[in-house]
């Protein structure tokens, strides 16, 4: 989802093939609020499986002031797009269902999500029967540790997610 922009004097703007147009004379670009937000792992299989980690959440939208960035963050700077310039946008999906042994130790990540230059990272695979849930450097919040076999969380990424919590079995 990418928020409205602020344009003044009521400017009406289409987003047509990912490029921004403006029904303005005159305007070369834009200050656009952003929300960013990566796909989610997939949760663990068997008994006491680990939730999947968020993906990453980034915006700099920063609404009655109470809005925060991933990781409880602050919000991030604006940004200046130039009209006449195409913009990459992707969206991760996320982690794919496990399907299996209940003992399955497979851990599906979700995807990244990009604009621009703003990247969201994914979300960590949560853990299934042994095993520590998915997290670390690439990942926006950490997959969750098994609950019946005593397993970690995984760590999520600074100013996007938190890490996952431990299994307690």
Sequence with gaps: ?????MIPWGSILLFSSFKV????TGLTEVVLHYLVIAGGGAGGVGDG????????YRTNFAGAGSE???GDSSVEPSMTLDLSTNYTVTVGAGGGSITGSAD????????????NTITSERGGGGSGKSGDG??????????????SWDTNGGSGTANQGTSGGDGSG
């Design 1 to 5: 989802y990418l928020g409205a922009p």
């Design 21 to 24: 147009l403006s029904a303005s």
């Design 49 to 56: 499986a680990g939730a999947g980690g968020a993906g990453g």
């Design 68 to 70: 925060k960035s991933g």
């Design 104 to 115: 399955s130790t497979t851990l599906n990540p979700g995807n990244d999500s990009q604009f």
């Design 134 to 147: 998915q997290g670390g450097t690439g990942f926006g919040s950490g997959g969750g540790g098994n609950g």
